[in-house]
């Protein structure tokens, strides 16, 4: 991410899915269900354009914390999610 730009993760309720938000473009989402408890999070996706800046892992790590937020557990179906608890400890007691 260069300076000056303006990144933010919102939640789209409408669309079941977290958006990461850069200059008031929508540069990726994480789409989730909510069932039993359990946030499944099944498809992640960050455009081209804006790849290779750790987006998604923002995205995801902000994303996580508002399912530890509301008492829910995590079913990473999306091999990023599932990588991204992997390697963050901090997230293991999520899934």
């Known amino acids: ?3 000056g730009e303006d990144v933010q993760v919102r ?3 409408a669309a079941d899915r977290f958006e990461i938000v850069v200059d008031d473009v ?3 989402f994480a789409d989730y269900s909510d069932a039993d408890g359990v946030r499944t999070f099944p498809h992640t996706v960050v455009d ?3 790849g ?3 987006l998604a892992g923002r995205m995801i790590g902000e994303a996580l914390e508002v399912t530890r937020d509301e008492g829910l ?3 990473p179906a999306c091999e990023f999610v599932e ?3 992997q390697k ?3 997230s293991a007691d999520l899934a």
Do not use: C, K, T
């Open 48 to 50: 081209p354009e804006f």
């Open 11 to 13: 939640r789209n309720l």
């Open 1 to 3: 991410m260069s300076a």
């Open 73 to 75: 557990r995590v079913r």
């Open 52 to 54: 290779g800046r750790g």
């Open 83 to 85: 990588r991204y608890v």
């Open 88 to 90: 963050n400890p901090d």
């Open 26 to 28: 929508v540069a990726g």
